[in-house]
């Protein structure tokens, strides 16, 4: 949990591009977890950040269209949807990954 904390405290101490650097670093560190199978740590870890966001960056779950501020960067939401899949939450994991696509699709047209 100290971890998470450091990583708020970053997070709401940097500048908007900053923020974008250390979530891309963490989603790094996330993909590594994910890579070992480490299912339920990734699980831990991604929800704890996504937990200690500040409001600003935390995604709205049941938004109309879906919102997810582009700070936090893609591969990052992907890995927080596929988590669900991991601790064995299948029919979470598609509605996430549904979420997330629907999203970015309506966001580009």
């Known amino acids: ?3 998470a904390e450091h990583a708020r405290s970053a997070i709401i101490a940097a500048p908007a591009d900053g923020t974008s ?3 891309d670093l963490w989603t790094l560190r ?3 977890l994910h890579l070992l199978r480490l299912g339920d740590s990734l699980a831990v ?3 704890g950040l996504f937990t200690l966001l500040p409001p600003p960056l935390r995604p ?3 938004a109309a269209g879906g919102a997810f501020d582009p700070a936090i960067p893609f591969p ?8 669900y899949a991991l601790i064995g939450e299948h029919e ?3 509605e996430a990954l549904y979420e997330l696509v629907r999203h ?3 966001a580009r047209i």
């Open 30 to 32: 996330f993909q590594a």
């Open 104 to 106: 970015h699709l309506c």
């Open 21 to 23: 650097t250390i979530l």
């Open 76 to 83: 990052l939401l992907v890995l927080r949807a596929q988590t």
């Open 92 to 94: 979470n994991a598609l």
């Open 45 to 47: 870890e991604v929800g």
């Open 60 to 62: 709205v779950e049941g």
């Open 1 to 3: 949990m100290a971890l």
